[in-house]
Nanobody, 124 residues
Framework: QVQLVESGGGLVQAGGSLRLSCAAS????????MAWFRQAPGKEREFVAV????????YYADSVKGRFIISRDNAKNTVFLQMNSLKPEDTAAYYC?????????????????WGQGTQVTVSS
């Protein structure tokens, strides 16, 4: 049974940092394309960042480029999202997702497994 468990969310002031973790079981993150998505209240789920199964390719949403970094620790079977210079508009529930697609993809419909999410709230 596949499980993706996110952690690391919380309340932070604007300009601060958080690191989200996504611990996987039932799958090996180094053989999946892994991504982070987020969903703010009243809005659709949106792509944040992705790392390909090889780890050699990463993509970011324009809104987070230069502030967020996605990475992976194969030994821990965990994916991370380092979030710096946080803004109030980053407030959302953040979800980890895994895709069997070989190529990194930003489309949520391409993801086979999802975590339950972790809440990030950025105060101004």
């Amino acid at each position: 049974q596949v499980q993706l468990v996110e952690s690391g969310g919380g309340l932070v002031q604007a300009g601060g940092s958080l690191r989200l973790s996504c611990a996987a079981s039932g799958l090996t993150v180094s053989t999946y394309t892994m991504a982070w998505f987020r969903q703010a209240p009243g809005k659709e789920r949106e792509f944040v960042a992705v790392i390909s199964w090889s780890g050699g390719t990463t993509y970011y949403a324009d809104s987070v480029k230069g502030r967020f970094i996605i990475s992976r620790d194969n030994a821990k079977n965990t994916v991370f999202l380092q979030m710096n210079s946080l803004k109030p508009e980053d407030t959302a529930a953040y979800y980890c997702a895994a895709s069997t697609r070989f190529m990194a993809t930003m489309a949520s419909t391409e993801y086979n497994y999802w975590g339950q999410g972790t809440q990030v709230t950025v105060s101004s």
